[in-house]
Each structure stands twice: as structure tokens, then as C-alpha cells.
């Protein structure tokens, strides 16, 4: 299983709404990403978990808050949310071993849409 | 730090014929290099990695890659396209498992 599944594949939300991005891999990764991908643009690293630890944040506002429940699980939390948040987020998962299986797995991504 | 460059934003071909993106990378430590290829409101797919060893690097859909370390370059090649190879493509550098750094992106267009 080299998948990464992510949950909803489209979301609108309001400005004033809470709402949660889900991420899934079960290939035994330890290091875990959030990325945002505007239109015509390249993915913006977000966050790093690192062993369900934190170990990068990319200077992102509050109101985006990640979560790692478990070596599988990645959230999201989406709270006040601007209508130029509205992105692609992808999660990725990647082995922890520089040396073994070394690339990017990445997830389809959710289409977030900020009315 | 790493960084990675793409110099053409878009490059329109025609249908069987060959092509060839560049990427330009910069780092002070050795690096891994990646290709990844995007479709429209999908995720991103690996063509193909650069870790060590052999220079030309084959990946999937009958791209390949050469890495020269002299010019810092990671140049993706494939020598016939087809229409289904139309998409974005993101050519990325690692020094380690917690960065993964994204070129800007080149716009593959396959002309029929």
C-alpha cells in the first residue's frame, strides 16, 4: 500500500466555520506534511511532523492547526478561515531513513474553497 | 539552504517529439533530487529520484533524468510525447527527510 488518502476532496466553508483536513498512510512513515498549493504554483511546505512531534512550522497563521493523533493520522483544523486560504492542501508522507525509499508520497489533496 | 530553479514556465511540443526540462538546484551539502509530475485538481506522482550511484536515472512513463553534479542541473527528457503527458511538472530537492523544496513548475503542453 504506497497510498496516501485524504479526506474530503472538496470543502466550502464560511469565514466563520471549523472544519478539519484528513490525511491516512499506512506504508510506516514516520514524517508526515501538510503542504498549500495555490493555482499555477508549487507546493508550500506548511508543516513537519517528525514522529507524531511538530518539527517544522513554516510560520503559518493560527487559524490553520495541525494535528498527529498517530503514526498514520494527520489533521488539519481550519478555524476563521480568509477567502485567500482557499488552496490545494496536500498531505505527504515520507520514510524517516535518508537512505531507503527517500521520495515524497503525496496524497490527492483537498480543494479548499473560503466563501 | 537548497533551492531549486525551473527555468521555463511553459513548453508546448509537439506529439512525438522529444522534449527537455530543466531544473537548476543549489546547495552547500549533497542533495537528493526528484521529479514529480502533476494533473489537473490532483496530487503530485513521482516520475522519478536521484539518490546516489548512476547519473541517468529512468523513471516511469519513459522519462529519464540525468544529474550533473558540475552544472547543478537535473534535466528531465523523454524522447517522444504524447498527448496524456500534458500536465505540470515540479522538479524538487532534498538534503534531508524533513524539506522537500518545489521548483516553480513547468507546463508540459503536447500539441497534436
Known amino acids: 500500500d504506497t497510498e496516501v488518502t485524504q479526506t474530503p476532496k472538496h470543502l466550502v466553508m464560511g469565514m466563520t466555520n471549523k472544519k478539519s483536513l484528513k490525511c491516512e498512510q499506512h506504508?510506516?512513515?514516520?514524517?508526515m506534511y501538510w503542504y498549500k498549493q495555490k493555482a499555477k504554483k508549487p507546493p508550500e511546505l506548511m508543516f513537519v511532523?517528525?514522529?507524531?512531534?511538530?518539527?517544522i512550522n513554516e510560520s503559518v497563521p493560527s487559524r490553520f492547526s495541525p494535528e498527529c493523533p498517530n503514526s498514520s493520522l494527520l489533521n488539519l483544523h481550519l478555524h476563521a478561515l480568509q477567502p485567500e486560504d482557499s488552496a490545494l492542501y496536500l498531505c505527504?508522507?515520507?520514510?524517516?531513513?535518508?537512505?531507503?525509499?527517500?521520495?515524497?508520497?503525496f496524497g490527492q489533496g483537498t480543494r479548499l474553497t473560503v466563501v | 539552504a537548497q533551492s531549486v530553479t525551473q527555468l521555463d514556465s511553459q513548453v508546448p511540443v509537439f506529439e512525438e517529439a522529444p522534449v527537455e526540462l530543466r531544473c537548476n538546484y543549489s546547495?552547500?551539502?549533497?542533495?537528493?533530487l526528484f521529479w514529480y509530475v502533476q494533473y489537473p485538481n490532483q496530487g503530485l506522482q513521482l516520475l522519478l529520484k536521484y539518490l546516489s550511484g548512476s547519473t541517468l536515472v529512468k523513471g516511469i512513463n519513459g522519462f529519464e533524468a540525468e544529474f550533473n553534479k558540475s552544472q547543478t542541473s537535473f534535466h528531465l527528457r523523454k524522447p517522444s510525447v504524447h498527448i496524456s503527458d500534458t500536465a505540470e511538472y515540479f522538479c524538487a530537492v532534498s538534503v534531508s527527510y524533513q524539506k522537500v523544496t518545489f521548483g516553480t513548475g513547468t507546463k508540459l503542453q503536447v500539441i497534436p
Open positions: 506504508m510506516g512513515h514516520r514524517a
Open positions: 505527504a508522507s515520507r520514510s524517516e531513513y535518508v537512505h531507503r525509499n527517500t521520495e515524497a508520497f
Open positions: 546547495s552547500s551539502v549533497s542533495v537528493y
Open positions: 511532523y517528525s514522529y507524531e512531534k511538530l518539527s
